[in-house]
């Protein structure tokens, strides 16, 4: 291999590594200073063969929607034990009150998501899972959510 292709090579891998580790710190960015809230879990199939064990997360407040957006931002309040209330879909992120909050999301055929849907956990532990009655993200200012947690219906951490 000639030195031009050498060094093409390595600067694209510098790229991508560049990339991946920034992607990196805003999940972590995220997870440290995002709002916590709890999303209403509705029942999917909880096992996949070939990922292993986990579940695939549906959540109660896009299942009835009529938006028609590729993507935007579900706008929501949090009840006083963390829980999202659904207000509105809208396409961009402005024009929200001080106790509104936002979570980005995209149509995947028929479904709504937002990145969120799948948990995985070890062998056989799943039974505990059964009980998940919340999502827990944390969701930054912007929208993104990472998923921390799976909740039971007294808002404790299924462990």
Request: proline share 2%.
């Amino acid at each position: 291999m000639n030195r031009t292709k050498i060094i093409i090579i390595l600067l694209n891998l510098i790229i991508i590594l560049l990339f991946i580790n920034w992607s990196i710190a805003q999940k972590e960015k995220t997870l440290e200073t995002g709002v916590l809230a709890l999303f209403e879990l509705a029942p999917l199939d909880p096992r996949s063969l070939m990922q292993g064990d986990f579940m695939n997360l549906n959540y109660r407040m896009f299942r009835d929607t009529s938006k028609k957006e590729k993507r935007g931002y579900c706008v929501f309040t949090l009840d006083e034990n963390k829980v999202a209330q659904k207000l509105r879909l809208q396409a961009d992120p402005d024009s929200l009150t001080s106790d509104e909050y936002i979570v980005k999301y995209f149509l995947n055929g028929a479904r709504m998501r937002f990145g969120a849907e799948s948990y995985f956990f070890e062998e056989g532990t799943g039974e505990r899972y059964e009980a998940a009655k919340y999502g827990g993200l944390r969701i930054d200012a912007d929208g993104n959510s990472v998923l921390v947690d799976l909740y039971d219906e007294n808002y404790e951490v299924i462990r």
